[in-house]
């Protein structure tokens, strides 16, 4: 029985965003910051931080086992380990993210064995298994058009989808604006501990302002 590789969120979005014919990222912008979403909500499913007084702060310093996950966790502990510089530390980690993290993700899906490094002026990751994509498009399937409910994990990969406006990658041939009043509903759904939820909802704000931030320092 076939049994796909355990991947990160923001494994399974850049997966999603990957052209299966060509191995081309698409929407390369938004896919960024939905990885740097991806990278705080993991690490509050996995209990390594959480929210306090509606803001972010660190829960649980110990390694994930997960290199990527570590080296952000890394980067949010700093030094000195300094509460009142955590939210900074956020703030900084998404924008880090958001221009790094989709080339790391791609590296690592190329070592699970998932794609393959197609190189090139523009490289190009054509899928090998597509075994985790079709488990993530059959989870989001169920919980979004089946109405099921989610657990965390889902829960916070479909706000992050929404926030990042992604409903055309996770959902080829359905209409955003069909989709949209669902993915809101689950994104305001309290389908987590009331901890992990805030955490994931802070996760969440902190993409949405850094977006807000490069549009209007853009415009």
Known sequence: MYTPPPLTMGEEIVLLALDNRTGALRSRQSVGWAVAGAALMELSVQGRIGIDRKKLHLVDA?????E??????RWLVGKPAHPSLFAPRVRGLVNREARRGVGKIQTSLVQHGVVRL?????????VLDPGPEKAVRAMLDQVVLGGYHPDARIGG?????????LHKIAFPGHRPRDLKPRMKEISEGNWAAAEVKQAIAAAA???AASVAAASSAGS
């Open 118 to 126: 197609e190189p090139g002026l523009l490289k190009r990751y054509p």
């Open 157 to 165: 990969l479909i706000a992050l989808l929404h926030t990042t406006k």
């Open 205 to 207: 704000a902190a993409v």
């Open 62 to 66: 110990r390694p994930t086992g997960n």
């Open 68 to 73: 990527a996950l570590d080296e952000s966790l």
